[in-house]
């Protein structure tokens, strides 16, 4: 007989035993000791391994994955490197300090992960009788056909009208930052083609009895809408929706946590590489690179140390945009917290690239919610939404909420280095209900036909 697979699930009760003292322990060693950022890595693996979700795409996997990157992997490295006395050898040298980083920052970080986490592992709770099984569709393969054309005309418009396909090829990076203004629309309507596109040839390819047409066609539809938006996000995401009609079905195990963190580490290798035209490829300069790219709660701490929380100051930033489209805002307004800030620490960036850096959630907690003392509230009614998609469409099974589930599943991750209600915002009030459309459109649910039978 072949030995049982547990599940992390299986193995968390031991971690839920020891969870509270642990915890305890852990924030009075975050307080008084140097590094601090190590105990709350701790307190950040803790907590997921006693609370570990059931399911591969629950909110929290996405949640757990931002603070392993930008907190777990970003301050181990640095205190690994500052320990065997490590000179750095990228261009500007160490520019992330976990060491030096407030207590402030450190119990703030730790705040918003337990709000959230608990949030999402409580909303998300659900009854064995809501277990459904996927919702059975035709696929509309002409129809497909056409919509990858679409997106192909799109994409090669997109990059032909902005700085000419030419300059993509020989100079991607300069290209992909500077040369995109004034293209937004057109870059909306193909981020949402290419979305529902996506996840569209994704049910296609489970579906078919031969998979090599569609797989083929997807690598080219999708490796051309990543390479239009910076490939490394873009790719790893619209993989994500590609591969949700079979991620929906999988239980997590370690063995599966094991194997998407070598693919997500690979792929971000990989991707990275071709942003930045190879220059990265050496492992020292990436290993830099992860300390230094996942800087956004470095960033933080020089907001909690400059100025004090307030409530407020940026929610109406999300009404800038439509303002300057109708030319009652002035052209230079900000309309992002990070693109605030940016133009105040990092000016040239903004000015002369209009590129930012990203600050995290934590940052708008403390300018429009003071901090800790009234974040958790819009933070809970967030979790509280994004756990009931989940369960209409993760657990439910609702094939048509699938995208737009994991269009939300995607963008915890942006969430959490911005804002909950983004500029995008009124995009995203057109862009949901199209790819919904459109998904409709092309996966239409299996006629079951009656049968009646004679007396």
């Not at 059975?136 to 393969?141: I, Q, S």
């Not at 917290?337 to 995290?360: G, N």
């Not at 994004?386 to 589930?405: C, D, M, T």
Request: with cysteine.
């Amino acid at each position: 007989m072949h030995p049982a697979v547990s599940s992390p699930e299986d193995n968390a009760m031991i971690w839920k035993i020891i969870y509270l003292p642990a915890l305890a322990g852990l924030n009075y060693l975050l307080y008084s000791q140097e590094w601090g950022s190590l105990y709350l890595s701790v307190i950040v693996l803790l907590t997921y391994l006693a609370f570990i979700p059931r399911q591969l795409l629950h909110p929290n996997n996405m949640l757990f994955g931002f603070y392993s990157l930008y907190v777990v992997v970003s301050s181990t490295l640095n205190l690994v490197l500052d320990w065997i006395g490590w000179a750095y050898v990228l261009h500007g040298g160490q520019q992330v300090f976990w060491d030096k980083i407030s207590k402030y920052t450190l119990f703030q970080i730790e705040f918003t992960y337990l709000v959230l986490y608990f949030g999402f592992y409580f909303f998300t709770r659900y009854r064995a009788s809501e277990q459904r099984e996927p919702t059975p569709v035709t696929v509309k393969t002409k129809v497909i056909w056409m919509l990858v054309g679409v997106n192909a005309v799109l994409v090669l418009w997109f990059l032909q009208s902005t700085a000419g396909i030419d300059a993509w090829i020989n100079d991607y990076s300069a290209t992909y930052l500077s040369k995109r203004k004034g293209h937004g629309l057109l870059n909306f309507v193909t981020i949402t083609v290419g979305n529902a596109l996506a996840f569209i040839m994704g049910v296609w390819t489970r579906n078919a009895p031969r998979k090599l047409l569609p797989v083929l066609l997807a690598i080219i539809a999708l490796g051309m809408q990543a390479y239009m938006n910076g490939f490394k996000g873009r790719l790893i995401f619209l993989m994500l929706i590609f591969f949700a009609p079979w991620l929906i079905l999988v239980e997590l195990r370690f063995k599966t946590l094991i194997t998407v963190t070598i693919a997500f580490f690979s792929l971000l290798y990989l991707t990275t590489l071709v942003r930045t035209e190879g220059y990265y490829a050496s492992a020292p300069f990436f290993l830099e690179m992860l300390i230094n790219y996942f800087n956004a709660h470095q960033l933080h701490d020089w907001v909690v140390t400059s100025r004090d929380p307030g409530l407020l100051q940026t929610v109406g930033q999300i009404f800038t945009k439509p303002g300057q489209v109708l030319g009652l805002v002035e052209s230079d307004a900000d309309f992002d917290i990070s693109v605030m800030l940016t133009k105040e620490f990092f000016p040239d960036q903004w000015y002369l690239e209009s590129a930012t850096q990203q600050w995290p959630l934590e940052t708008e907690a403390y300018l429009n919610y003071y901090g800790f003392i009234l974040s958790w509230i819009p933070m809970l009614l967030y979790a509280y939404i994004i756990s009931w998609l989940f369960r209409a469409a993760v657990i439910r099974k609702n094939i048509w909420l699938l995208p737009l589930f994991v269009l939300e599943f995607n963008r915890i991750f942006a969430v959490m280095r911005g804002t909950l209600i983004p500029w995008e915002v009124f995009f995203m009030i057109v862009q949901y209900p199209a790819v919904y459309i459109l998904t409709r459109f092309c996966l239409p649910k299996v006629k079951v036909r009656k049968t009646s039978s004679a007396g």
